[in-house]
């Protein structure tokens, strides 16, 4: 399959037809912001930190590259003060589930967001997925869900999954941008998991 070219912040890229934006930018050593991304998995687009502008027949439209295939003379745009706002705020949302999370404090520097501009919200989960993505898509466990809907989404173990299979994989920790999911699984475990047989 040819190749697919395309210009990214005025360098002329070749990328694989079906590749998305993101993985056209990521080959040529451009750097878009991402949280909910991984090379292993589905794109999902779900933190929308890796908004771009993309030009086409005069055209230009905001799309989460991640998720946005490249097209031939296609023209973008990873940076500029509409797309910094964009991402400064996201960051200053993510942050009110999230203030102590390595990431966030990285991006929040990069982009001068703001720790305290909104009121810290209940849970500690981003919703970037990539637990139960991960869990669905490479380890094909499901041991982690998503619950509830809206603001109150929050990801939660599946005790009669999880109590058999979490302990000698959690390959999804390291994934997890917060430390929501490690307090996650050590709540479900001291909750929700069987209780080890008895040695009487």
Request: hydrophobic content about 40%; proline content about 7%; some cysteine.
């Amino acid at each position: 399959m040819s190749d697919v070219t395309l210009q990214i912040d005025g360098k002329q890229v070749a990328a694989p037809a079906g590749a998305t934006v993101l993985d056209a930018a990521s080959a040529a050593g451009i750097v878009i912001p991402t949280l909910c991304h991984h090379e292993r998995l589905a794109p999902f687009g779900g933190c929308r930190l890796c908004v771009v502008e993309l030009e086409s027949r005069g055209q230009h439209r905001l799309v989460a590259s991640c998720a946005h295939p490249v097209e031939p003379d296609l023209v973008v745009r990873t940076r500029s003060d509409k797309i910094d706002r964009i991402r400064k705020s996201l960051v200053e949302l993510l942050l009110a589930h999230a203030p102590d999370s390595t990431r966030l404090k990285e991006l929040a520097r990069e982009y001068g967001a703001d720790r305290d501009r909104f009121e810290p919200a209940e849970g500690f989960c981003v919703h970037c997925g990539l637990c139960v993505r991960y869990c669905a898509e490479i380890k094909k466990l499901h041991a982690v869900g998503f619950i509830d809907r809206g603001i109150r989404k929050e990801i939660s173990f599946l005790p009669e999954i999880a109590s058999r299979e979490c302990a000698g994989c959690k390959e999804c920790f390291p994934l997890c941008p917060t430390s929501y999911l490690q307090a996650a699984y050590v709540l479900v475990e001291a909750l929700a998991f069987p209780p080890p047989p008895s040695t009487r």
